[in-house]
């Protein structure tokens, strides 16, 4: 058994959202999955330069 797919459209709008807020992680509305997603995906875009070109 393994993880499920990513919503990465939903990631990317948690990410944004936590960015123009500065809310917790932990606190993203539901809309945006889970944190324990978004953050990963965060910490990947900005190591691999993604964030900065948004």
């Known amino acids: 058994m393994g993880r499920g797919t990513v919503d990465w459209r939903k990631a990317l709008n948690g990410d944004i ?5 500065g809310c917790q992680w932990n606190k993203l509305p539901k809309q945006f999955g889970d944190a324990s997603t978004a953050h990963p995906a965060f910490q990947r875009w900005c190591r691999d330069g ?5």
Do not use: L
């Not at 993604?50 to 948004?54: D, E, F, T």
């Open 50 to 54: 993604v964030m900065a070109k948004i």
């Open 17 to 21: 959202f936590r960015m123009r807020t």
